[in-house]
């Protein structure tokens, strides 16, 4: 056997033995054990959870950024469109003014 094969199995040997170290020092189950106990407590708590009715929509809810967002665009079609009205409406009046009556003397 190469000596790198040595020293690359060597690696991986000590890799995994840190791991397991420091799963056992930080107080994780290891991969393989999963404890009963916590898992038949999330159940029990995911199922009270569900079986709760849904909060109502809050009516005084901070709003967020996405909210923010689309208020000022709204606010600025609704500019946009005053804009346009009066545009339109000074040019109506700028015709009726030039052309004062479709009844042109025959």
Known sequence: MPWFAIVAIVAIVIFGLTQVISLI???????SGAK??????LKKRIAELES????AELEDRIPTKADENLAAEDRWR???????????????RRKSDEDPGDSTPD
């Open 36 to 41: 009963n106990d916590e898992v038949e407590d």
């Open 78 to 92: 609704l500019e946009m469109l005053e804009a346009r009205l009066e545009e339109l409406e000074k040019q109506r």
């Open 52 to 55: 709760e009715p849904a909060p």
């Open 25 to 31: 020092a930080t107080g994780h189950p290891l991969p």
